[in-house]
């Protein structure tokens, strides 16, 4: 099953922020990684963000791409399955298509990682 993103299709002003909610179905694995992936009309698909997770520790590793780095953050709750993405300082280039992906897994994600894609959610960003 797909992660479940949320909310469906959302809208912004440049500067304003947003937060997307990533439901992972089933329990939590005793490893995992999730990303946040975009990608917006025209362009290709980019991560954006994703979080290498272990249960066990309890803690993780979380890595972003230079256009989000110190604007959005990728967080995990465990307990609940869920993964989310805040996003502040909106910008209009951010207009995209994001989606969340995971694997029951330690590794680092990329767009080559997944053949098969969930719905993924629009945010947009305008005045």
């Known amino acids: 099953q797909m992660p479940l993103v949320l909310p469906g299709g959302v809208r912004a002003q440049p500067g304003e922020s947003l937060r997307l909610t990533c439901v992972i179905p089933g329990p939590p694995a005793k490893t995992s990684t999730t990303g946040w992936f975009r990608q917006a009309p025209g362009k290709e698909r980019e991560i954006v963000a994703q979080?290498?997770?272990?249960?066990?520790?309890?803690?993780?590793?979380?890595d972003y791409s230079d256009s989000v780095k110190d604007r959005f953050t990728i967080s995990r709750d465990n307990a609940k399955n869920t993964v989310y993405q805040q996003m502040n300082n909106l910008k209009v280039e951010d207009t995209a298509a994001y989606y969340c992906?995971?694997?029951?897994?330690?590794?680092?994600?990329?767009?080559?990682?997944?053949?098969?894609w969930g719905p993924g959610t629009q945010v947009t960003v305008s005045s």
């Open positions: 992906m995971t694997l029951p897994d330690w590794l680092v994600l990329t767009v080559d990682t997944f053949r098969t």
């Open positions: 979080i290498r997770w272990n249960t066990t520790s309890g803690g993780g590793i979380e």
